[in-house]
């Protein structure tokens, strides 16, 4: 029997090559319904639908699903990513994008994001345009140059523009593959 996670991976891919879904295990099932692929949890009903008609394939994600965290994970390895669009029914619209050659999608809330710049702050504060982690702006990306918590509510600056975001507002951001390794680096330097 597929796992949820095992079963949410072959939804996305299914979906993604335009091919009609039929899975389930004890907890999900996805089936085709019109042109759509469904992911339907059985306690919440529709979680996630992959619209077939459109190329590349839309895909809804419901906000609120207790599943949404392993479903945005899994979409972002295949480079799909929250538009910032919402629904009537609280359904977040996610496109693929292209990544640059190097980096890793992450789509995650602020609070994530300010935890990774916490840890890397140092070292970036050595360069001048820091591209380790970049974020989503005006449909680019760009090098985070100061990151901030004030009044509740994190700032980010980067060349371009000034975001203000609360804590759980999603943000989508890359790190570079070797940003991994240097984070490890630095939580042992600063244990020494």
């Known amino acids: 029997m597929l796992s949820d996670l095992d079963l949410m991976r072959e939804f996305v891919v299914q979906s993604i090559e335009k091919k009609e879904v039929l899975l389930a295990n004890s907890y999900l099932k996805a089936q085709m319904v019109y042109k759509s692929n469904q992911l339907i949890s059985k306690?919440?009903?529709?979680?996630?639908?992959?619209?077939?008609?459109?190329?590349?394939?839309?895909?809804?994600?419901?906000?609120?699903s207790s599943y949404w965290e392993?479903?945005?994970?899994?979409?972002?390895?295949?480079?799909?990513?929250?538009?910032?669009?919402?629904?009537?029914?609280?359904?977040?619209?996610?496109?693929?994008?292209?990544?640059?050659?190097g980096y890793t999608l992450?789509?995650?809330?602020?609070v994530n994001l300010w935890q990774a710049w916490w840890k890397y702050r140092k070292y970036a504060s050595q360069l001048k345009v820091p591209l380790d982690i970049l974020i989503r702006s005006r449909n680019s990306w760009y090098g985070i140059k100061e990151l901030m918590i004030s009044d509740g509510l994190i700032y980010i600056k980067t060349l371009v523009s000034?975001?203000?975001?609360?804590?759980?507002d999603l943000v989508i951001w890359l790190n570079k593959n070797e940003f991994d390794w240097t984070l490890k680096h630095l939580s042992v330097e600063q244990g020494k």
Do not use: M, R, W
């Not at 992450?106 to 602020?110: E, F, G, H, V």
């Open 43 to 64: 306690q919440e009903g529709v979680i996630a639908t992959a619209k077939l008609d459109h190329t590349p394939s839309d895909f809804l994600i419901y906000g609120t």
């Open 70 to 101: 392993i479903i945005n994970e899994t979409l972002a390895e295949y480079s799909y990513i929250y538009t910032g669009e919402i629904d009537n029914n609280g359904f977040y619209q996610y496109q693929q994008c292209s990544i640059p050659q």
């Open 106 to 110: 992450q789509c995650t809330t602020s």
């Open 162 to 168: 000034e975001i203000a975001l609360d804590a759980n």
